[in-house]
């Protein structure tokens, strides 16, 4: 599953992967997705959350690499990933290289609590 929530005074896009997630979650939450990230002032940060995730299945790729071009075309300052387990890092850094074409800064942390001192939050 995969859920995706915005706080615009905050300036954030929150993005949690939650459990097995499927291609047709992405392409499920995807005008929600597009909606909450209008809505967001270039700048903004993202908080990438894989720490719920079981796993995530190889034809994701191309619907999550869709995902970080809009979330990138959009503007995005920071992200922020939080990813516990390191064999579950499902190589986000190779596939920022290739769909944020800005190279907005990122951090990834082991904690919630950690990126929530990234943020600011």
């Known amino acids: 599953m995969l859920l995706v929530t915005s ?10 992967y939650i459990g097995q997630v499927r291609p047709e979650e992405f392409q499920r939450n995807g005008p929600d997705l597009t909606a909450q ?6 700048g903004f940060r993202l908080l990438a959350d894989f720490s719920l995730l079981e796993s995530m299945r190889l034809d994701c790729e ?9 979330i990138g075309q959009a503007g995005v300052g920071l992200v922020v990933r939080v990813i516990p387990d390191p064999s579950k890092d499902i190589g986000m850094n190779i596939l920022t290289v290739f769909h944020y074409r800005h190279r907005p800064r990122v951090v990834t942390c082991k904690r919630l609590a950690d990126a929530a001192r990234e943020l600011g939050l």
């Open 37 to 42: 990230v209008k809505e967001l002032s270039p």
């Open 7 to 16: 706080n615009k005074s905050k300036r954030l896009l929150h993005v949690s």
């Open 62 to 70: 191309p619907e999550l690499g869709r995902m970080m071009e809009l």
